[in-house]
T-cell receptor, first 115, second 112 residues
Framework: AQKVTQAQTEISVVEKEDVTLDCVYETRDTTYYLFWYKQPPSGELVFLIRRNSFDEQNEISGRYSWNFQKSTSSFNFTITASQVVDSAVYFCALKLYSGNTPLVFGKGTRLSVIA | DAGVIQSPRHEVTEMGQEVTLRCKPISGHNSLFWYRQTMMRGLELLIYFNNNVPIDDSGMPEDRFSAKMPNASFSTLKIQPSEPRDSAVYFC??????????FGPGTRLTVL
């Protein structure tokens, strides 16, 4: 069975601070995908990124960056120079590589960015 | 292009009533997923279909819940009878062979 753990339930930062959201996963499969989704106060789920298990390159997209380390089964998400609009719940998720299989979500981390 | 469509967006009902949630996946997608989001349990899979066939319904809480996919463009999730603990946001998502799942806006259900 797969499991995703987001140990940080809530984080509060002051605007312009950097913040890292932790994600640790468990799976016996050697090939899988990892995702991050954002859920703003409006409630929809917004796809942010997908990584393959065989691609450990870190990725940067604007103020967002992701650090994937298979050795520690972690896929952490960093927001640089946080802004109030970053306030949301962020979910990490895992999906098996083969087939149309469901996502397994972590419990989410609620990020509040204070002006 | 239209994304995943869910209706209603909000539903308020009384305990014991039947509730039907509806989902229209993205045209051409062959997989459909129902997820439920609660404060206590987060986002969890209820059931998913491939090519209109239910593949895994182990997440369906109990016999009060049922889901159908009569054709490739429509699915329903029914709760009968509803209970206050069913109050949650129910998301539908669809995909076509790719890892990405495209989520609908969700239905917020409140059972009084």
């Amino acid at each position: 069975a797969q499991k995703v753990t987001q140990a940080q339930t809530e984080i509060s930062v002051v605007e312009k601070e950097d913040v890292t959201l932790d994600c640790v996963y468990e799976t016996r499969d050697t090939t899988y995908y990892l995702f991050w989704y954002k859920q703003p106060p409006s409630g929809e789920l917004v796809f942010l990124i997908r990584r393959n298990s065989f691609d450990e390159q870190n990725e940067i997209s604007g103020r967002y960056s992701w650090n994937f380390q298979k050795s520690t089964s972690s896929f952490n998400f960093t927001i640089t120079a946080s802004q109030v609009v970053d306030s949301a719940v962020y979910f990490c998720a895992l999906k098996l590589y083969s087939g149309n299989t469901p996502l397994v979500f972590g419990k989410g981390t609620r990020l509040s960015v204070i002006a | 292009d239209a994304g995943v469509i869910q209706s209603p967006r909000h539903e308020v009902t009384e305990m014991g009533q039947e509730v039907t949630l509806r989902c229209k996946p993205i045209s051409g997608h062959n997989s459909l997923f129902w997820y439920r989001q609660t404060m206590m349990r987060g986002l969890e899979l209820l059931i998913y279909f491939n090519n209109n066939v239910p593949i895994d319904d182990s997440g369906m809480p109990e016999d009060r819940f049922s889901a159908k996919m009569p054709n490739a463009s429509f699915s329903t999730l029914k709760i009968q009878p509803s209970e206050p603990r069913d109050s949650a946001v129910y998301f539908c998502a669809s995909s076509l062979g790719s890892p990405e799942q495209f989520f609908g806006p969700g239905t917020r259900l409140t059972v009084l």
